[in-house]
């Protein structure tokens, strides 16, 4: 299994700048002109791809009042049943074949988070270029063979997910004959705590599976998601929307299009600042050697006379003898006159006895 994989071209994994996906998700509060705006802001923003869901209230779940489908436990969505909640939330369908073509128009690439085997299909005939699972349904096997089969790169989102339960839907996966999988670490609380990240488990989980690994994240703010990247994460997910004070079901946990800009430029930083390893001098601390500690004269002493602690000191600049040298230097005697600021050189320095 390649360590790498592309979407539309764009190489992703070590080594490649790391992939930022826009997450619209519900931010559009069912209106189309505000869905476009959420696209034109990913792209001003920089994102690499723009992600919407694909599914219906009737194909994710179904209508019920029944205890099993309300919503509670702390959410945002405390006291809403799962039908009334995703029917407020979906995308509609009409939408997504003339969203893709706006982005396909700036070069944007566009893909969905597909719920179902109809939407697995109707994406398919968008021609998008690649395949989400979302984390509710890593451990929908049979909806994960779907997308295998389409020979597309798959990223599965991981969220609750044991190590067992990943194994076995990369194992499905790649069975049906997925080439090219990524894994995204992420936390499904909306929104998330920093300290419930765990992003420790980015690096691990690349080396036990041996996969492309990135995060999904629903934390607020920018920090997560960029020491993510310093951990080795080559894609990150995020939510966009136009403005949290238009609200809807994931505008508390989403950016706005200045935060978005920002987690762009400050991942584009962090990623130059890994650089490689490297030890010495680099680049523009060349000007600054000069101002290393070295042996000088700091008082006037005659030629003949003992150097002392009170003669000669390790100080900036470094024009002088490498500090290493200052117990051979003291107890031994100037070879001539010399004035309080010289830099010492070994020719100043008499033979011992």
Not at 320 to 340: F, K, Q, Y
Request: charged share 25%.
């Amino acid at each position: 299994m390649p360590k790498t994989f592309s979407i539309a071209n764009r190489p992703i994994g070590p080594g490649h700048p790391t992939y930022i996906i826009a997450e619209l998700s519900a931010n559009h509060n069912q209106d189309f002109d505000q869905a476009v705006k959420i696209l034109e802001a990913a792209r001003n923003a920089g994102a690499d791809a723009v992600k919407i869901q694909t599914y219906t209230a009737d194909t994710i779940t179904m209508r019920s009042d029944r205890e099993e489908f309300q919503v509670k436990g702390g959410t945002l969505w405390d006291g809403r049943t799962l039908h009334d909640l995703y029917q407020e939330a979906f995308t509609p369908w009409e939408w997504q074949p003339k969203l893709k073509a706006i982005a396909d128009g700036w070069n944007l690439p566009l893909f969905s988070s597909a719920f179902d085997s109809t939407a697995v299909d109707f994406l398919e005939a968008m021609h998008v270029p690649a395949h989400k699972i979302a984390s509710p349904e890593l451990v929908d096997i049979p909806l994960i063979q779907k997308m295998a089969r389409t020979g597309k790169p798959l990223i599965m989102s991981t969220g609750m997910a044991t190590i067992e339960e990943i194994e076995e839907a990369l194992t499905a996966a790649r069975a049906a004959g997925a080439q090219q999988i990524a894994l995204l670490k992420c936390t499904s609380a909306y929104p998330a705590a920093p300290a419930e990240m765990n992003l420790r488990t980015i690096p691990e989980m690349a080396r036990r599976f041996d996969v492309p690994v990135g995060l999904s994240d629903h934390t607020m703010g920018i920090e997560v998601p960029v020491a993510a990247v310093a951990l080795g994460a080559c894609i990150l997910e995020k939510h966009l929307t136009l403005a949290r004070d238009l609200k809807g079901p994931d505008s508390e946990f989403s950016l706005d299009p200045t935060e978005f800009r920002n987690l762009v430029q400050a991942v584009r930083n962090a990623e130059q600042s890994l650089g490689a390893i490297h030890f010495g001098v680099s680049g523009r601390e060349e000007a600054t050697r000069r101002f290393r500690r070295s042996l000088f004269v700091v008082a006037d002493i005659k030629r003949g006379e003992t150097f002392t602690p009170e003669t000669v000191r390790s100080i900036r600049p470094a024009q002088g003898l490498h500090p290493r040298h200052l117990p051979e230097v003291l107890g031994r005697r100037a070879a001539r006159d010399l004035t309080s600021g010289t830099p010492l050189a070994w020719e100043m320095v008499a033979s011992p006895d």
